[in-house]
């Protein structure tokens, strides 16, 4: 439950928090967000997701809202009147206010959105036990290392997946390989063991639990492989799964029906899993 928010310098309670209708994040997606994992009071990853809101908004010359120092204790205020220690907080930054109009106005203030909602991520049975994916067109822009708030070919995604019954979608670009999850990237483990997740560039968000997850696994010497993956691939593959801050590293079952593997958690995503989980606990 949201109670307390950060908007534009206030704290407030929720249902009196407002945003200018003007706004050119409401208008135009004209926007970007970071997501971050709150494990027992500990913010996973900060640094990294707030160097990714600095990568994103120099790309789209919106100018940082507060410090990182700020920025940091706003967070920590959202937190602390919220009294949340398990869930995860969203962070928005518009390029701010303006007359609606596509030509993007010089020197306007961001506005600056701070969230946290509670909730167990590491209890959640699909990270538990593993959920189905079905796979997609990838009907988005190009540049999707930039993490904005322009999100509707994602919802789509990820509303089709549920309706089929799967609990994310994986997106194939024009050449039939596979781009990243709705809100995940997304990762095979081939039945050689080797384990695959496609590179960074702008064709998908350089996820930091992707980025965590692949340091974890250098740590416990996988076979590890930088490259992309076809559709095909995936549906051989030994175990599938993917990575987010509030997905963490959750099973793929099946992919469009076919069973992946033996169709139960596989040991390599599980001892990643169990890696990440101790990573997010000591952070
Ligand atoms: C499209 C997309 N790819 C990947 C990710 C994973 O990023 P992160 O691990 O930083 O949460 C997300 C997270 O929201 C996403 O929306």
Known sequence: MLKCVYVNGQFLQRRNAMIDVEDRGFNFGDAVYEVIFLNNGILVDEEEHLNRLEYSLSELSIA????????????????????????????QVSRGVAPRDHLI?????????????????????????????????????HRRDIKTTQLIANCLAKSDAVKAGAGEAWMVDENGAITEGSSSNAWIVTTNRELITRPPSSEILNGITRRTIIELAKEERLDFHERGFTTSEALKAAEAFFTSATSLATPVLSIDGQQIGSG??????????????KFASSA
Not at 74 to 88: A, D, M, P, S, W
Not at 118 to 140: A, F, H, M, Q, Y
Not at 264 to 277: E, F, H, I, R, S
């Open 264 to 277: 139960k958690v596989g040991p390599v995503t599980k001892k990643l899993q169990a890696m990440y989980v």
């Open 64 to 91: 940082l809202p507060k410090s990182r120092r700020v920025l940091s204790l706003l967070i920590r205020e959202v937190i602390r009147l919220n009294k949340i220690t398990n869930g995860f907080v969203y962070l």
């Open 105 to 141: 106005p010089d020197n306007i203030t961001p506005s600056l959105v701070i969230m946290a909602r509670s909730s167990n991520l590491i209890e959640k049975p699909s990270i538990r036990n593993g959920v189905s994916v079905i796979t997609v067109p990838d009907l988005r822009w």
